[in-house]
């Protein structure tokens, strides 16, 4: 568990406004940390948390060396929580409302180390219905002293009235810069950190992932489908619909972010900005694509895929969805 603000590289202003409060004695009640998976929410949120719930903070973080401080390093600090999407069976992940109630029981007694609990959701969006109107109750009427951080990477799944209740806190994808830094400290060198750092999209987690031979691979089949839509029958795209859905729906997702990379450069091409491409190396690939699409087309097609990431987020048949979506892509380019 990260401890210290210090191991945090990016998001300075986040940081320090968080530093602040603390410095203050105005830490809310419920906080939203809303930004892309992989960019270090999770780090601050621990780092957050061991500063509130630390018995001597220094420079407004945790000492590392209290009873408290002690106790959260190795895992046992009765005061604090974290909840996570779980899976059953074949269904995708979520916060179920068994989850919340339990946590409910847990945090109802007072604190027993620490002056405050704290209470870290990951990827709060995951919660069912059920679980979502629970945790709704508790944020709205929280027992005693106790911090709620709630961490997502797509804030428009929650109920409004969740969000409301919580103070938002954006965190900005990390630049390439500090990506490669984070990379070297991983053990990955160059050109390696530099070519991860620049199709991650900003996520350490998605760079760090990329490194998997058939991530790469997932890549060049985004390529592919980008330079072959339009011209495919119908039965050649149900084949690559059923070859895809043997893929998992974190790698569909990813894949379908890779394409999505592709369109995003090519309409960066189009409008001659300069700004940095994702597929900088695959230049003359992305070259070779821009007499097929229109700009209309590449911004109608970036969502379409946005569309189906969230489907495939949700528990849908991922061949039916694959099916719909290749289907649609070559409708749009037939056209």
């Avoid at 998976?37 to 621990?46: F, I, N, Q, R």
């Avoid at 899976?87 to 002056?115: F, N």
């Avoid at 060049?220 to 070859?243: H, N, P, R, Y």
Wanted: aromatic share 4%; charged share 20%.
């Amino acid at each position: 568990m990260n401890m210290q603000w210090n191991n945090i590289v990016g998001h300075k202003q986040v940081v320090a406004q968080l530093c602040l409060m603390q410095q203050e004695d105005r830490v809310p009640h419920a906080m939203l940390f809303c930004g892309t998976d992989g960019v270090g929410k999770s780090l601050v949120a621990e780092a957050m948390a061991a500063a509130i719930l630390c018995h001597a903070p220094v420079n407004n973080q945790a000492c590392g060396h209290c009873k408290a401080c002690q106790a959260l390093a190795a895992g046992t600090h009765p005061d604090f929580f974290q909840i996570q999407p779980e899976s059953e069976t074949k269904a995708a992940p979520a916060i179920r409302i068994e989850a919340v109630r339990k946590l409910q029981e847990e945090i109802a007694r007072i604190p027993l180390l620490s002056e405050r609990r704290v209470v870290i959701m990951q990827e709060a969006d995951k919660m069912n219905e059920a679980a979502a109107n629970c945790l709704l109750k508790t944020i709205e009427e929280p027992s005693g002293q106790i911090v709620f951080i709630l961490l997502t990477s797509r804030p428009s799944a929650l109920l409004d009235t969740i969000i409301s209740r919580c103070m938002r806190v954006e965190f900005g994808i990390l630049q390439p810069e500090e990506l490669v830094a984070i990379l070297h400290q991983q053990g990955i060198e160059e050109p390696l950190a530099g070519k991860l750092a620049s199709i991650a999209d900003g996520s350490v987690s998605k760079a760090l992932a990329m490194q998997d031979e058939e991530l790469l691979n997932l890549q060049t089949q985004a390529f592919d489908l980008a330079s072959a839509a339009g011209t495919l029958g119908v039965e050649q795209l149900l084949q690559l619909a059923k070859e895809m859905s043997n893929h998992s729906r974190e790698r569909l997702i990813q894949w379908l972010g890779f394409l999505a990379m592709i369109y995003r450069d090519l309409l960066m091409l189009y409008s001659g900005s300069g700004l940095p491409l994702y597929n900088q190396s695959d230049i003359d690939r992305l070259s070779s694509l821009l007499n097929k699409y229109h700009q209309q087309e590449l911004l109608q097609l970036l969502q379409l895929v946005q569309d189906y990431q969230k489907r495939l987020g949700s528990n849908v048949n991922t061949q039916l969805c694959l099916e719909g979506f290749l289907i649609r892509i070559n409708n749009y380019l037939e056209e």
